[in-house]
């Protein structure tokens, strides 16, 4: 390769040293925060005397049963996470009260722009955001414009039926896709790009269904649940922001991710 080569493969992402990736492969943002978090705590895990100081780290992110099953000790070490209360929970149901319904159903269609191992995510979300804004803005004079391009740039089968996915439950979504659908109230092409395991999408609710509502008696323990992972993820940013704060990061940016991405 000659050095006036533009095209020379990008930097190889480390954590304190341990490569991310082999050298050429190239990975999302996404990807490589995921895998950074997971070398973070790997690595605490064995300063914690948990992980065998020889276990070995890989180049294309999975971890050894012996390092999945350290972290998993180390987290239930430092993370602590205590019993949401009665009032806590109350609190909770009552200004999410559309959460907890059975039965409720939406008639939806969306465009798919797929995240796809080597895809520019950068340009793939310029691309969403154009169509985004050009079909929530002819929304209401051009009915047909939502179903033209969803056959000409989903990545999802269902573009050849104009984008439609027909009614859906929440178990027949994924849970990130699910939370942008279900317990609200909007009708329309909704006014966020949806992100999802799958890349990100533009979402119309055509049509609600609101179901029955639960008594809190009856979803208390469900509540708890959502309370207790809220607290959880929280936590664990935290604790990961503090590993990342004592760590040399060489080509990845935790600071850019919402969430922990932790597998």
């Known amino acids: 390769m000659s050095p006036d080569d533009t095209s020379a493969a990008p930097?190889?992402?480390?954590?304190?040293?341990?490569p991310l990736h082999a050298p050429g492969e190239a990975l999302t943002p996404e990807e490589l925060r995921q895998r950074a978090c997971t070398e973070?705590?790997?690595?605490?895990?064995?300063?914690?005397?948990?992980?065998?100081?020889?276990?070995a780290p890989t180049a294309d992110g999975v971890i050894s049963d012996a390092a999945a099953g350290a972290i998993e000790a180390l987290l239930e070490q430092c993370l602590a996470v205590p019993e949401?209360?009665?009032?806590?929970?109350?609190?909770?149901?009552?200004?999410?009260e559309s959460r907890y319904r059975t039965g409720e159903r939406v008639r939806v269609r969306h465009i798919l722009f797929a995240v796809?191992?080597?895809?520019?995510?950068?340009?793939?979300?310029?691309?969403?955001?154009?169509?985004?804004?050009?079909?929530?803005?002819?929304?209401?004079?051009d009915t047909d414009g939502f179903a033209r391009a969803a056959a000409e740039v989903s990545n999802c089968p269902s573009g050849a039926e104009g984008g439609d996915?027909?009614?859906?439950?929440?178990?027949?979504?994924?849970?990130?896709?699910?939370r942008e659908l279900f317990g609200h109230v909007e009708v329309g092409v909704l006014s966020r790009l949806v992100h999802s395991r799958?890349?990100?999408?533009?979402?119309?609710?055509?049509?609600?269904?609101?179901?029955?509502?639960?008594?809190?008696?009856?979803?208390?323990?469900?509540?708890a649940l959502s309370l207790r992972q809220q607290t959880y993820v929280t936590a664990l940013r935290q604790y990961l922001r503090v590993l990342a704060?004592?760590?040399?990061l060489e080509g990845v940016d935790l600071e850019a991710a919402d969430t922990p991405l932790v597998q």
Not at 40 to 54: G, N
Not at 245 to 248: I, L, P, S, T, W
């Open 165 to 178: 996915l027909g009614w859906l439950r929440a178990d027949d979504c994924a849970p990130e896709f699910a």
């Open 40 to 55: 973070l705590l790997r690595q605490s895990a064995q300063r914690a005397r948990l992980l065998d100081a020889a276990d």
């Open 84 to 96: 949401p209360s009665d009032d806590a929970c109350l609190r909770h149901y009552t200004a999410h």
């Open 116 to 141: 796809t191992p080597g895809v520019d995510v950068v340009a793939l979300r310029k691309k969403a955001e154009t169509v985004y804004l050009d079909v929530r803005c002819h929304a209401a004079d």
């Open 11 to 18: 930097a190889v992402a480390r954590v304190n040293g341990v």
């Open 198 to 223: 799958f890349g990100l999408h533009v979402v119309e609710v055509l049509e609600r269904e609101p179901g029955t509502q639960q008594p809190f008696a009856a979803v208390r323990g469900a509540v």
């Open 245 to 248: 704060g004592q760590a040399r």
